[in-house]
């Protein structure tokens, strides 16, 4: 495998940034997926796509809007009616999903060098992300698992819950080093450790 | 403002783009009609109460909604995606979907 070169450049700094005090608020990473993929369906076709999804990745999805499910190596969650994004750790996604989602069923759409995947956990990530996205990130109202498809301002987001404190962001590759930075000076007031 | 999208529940309005008034039919594509086009085009009713439009959530789903809004108070009274709406319109119309 090439190595992956990340876009987020020199405003990569790892360490701690901002408040000193205690522990860090906020833990930010690049998960550095092999494979991000979107599913689409046709109408009608949701159920085909959900289960060619199971099986190419052993994910089931739950039903409804914005259901998902994470593992260790490999996410989806719903990000519209009929859409889905599928992550793997391991390269190669699109071409596992499409032979169970031909061309009368749906779309596979291969967004790996298109999506950067940021990761903020800790303590304060509700906080921090709620300072950015105008949506409500309490988990009785962002349950483990699902995903949402917003934006802060025009950088449109698909942020999946993959931990009671913990949240996978996926961003334009182009805008993931602003986007990175903002982050970076959202977290300085609880203490924002890069990793 | 907060439009509660029928996928993704309520959202800032600042996710949502303007689509336009959802109240005006078009004409037959067929038709030579100009007076018919002319108000297709152009003329608007530039209602004072509950109006009937376009908006996308595209910030979030990209679905394109239809909406029932006062346009006197902001108060939203109905979302519902566009899809549905134009595949009702098909059915009572009896054509092909
Ligand atoms: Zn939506």
Redesign the interface.
Known sequence: MVEQVSPLGSAWTPGRHGNLAGEAGVVLSETRPGSIVQAAAFPGSEKAVMAAIAAATGLALPDGAGGGVATDTKAVFGIAPGRFLVIDQVEGLADRLKPGIPVETGAVTDLSHGRTAIRIAGPQAEWVLSKLFAIDFALAAFPLGAGRATQHHDVLAAIQRTGPDRFDLYVFRSLARSFWTMLVHAGEEVGCEVR | MLITCP??GP??V??FTYQGDASRSRPDPASTDQAAWNAYVYDRVNTAGAHREYWQHS?????HLVVLRSTLTHRIDSVR?A?DEADGARRRSGSPA
């Open positions: 996928c993704c959202r800032d600042a996710e910030g979030g789903c990209r679905s995606f899809r």
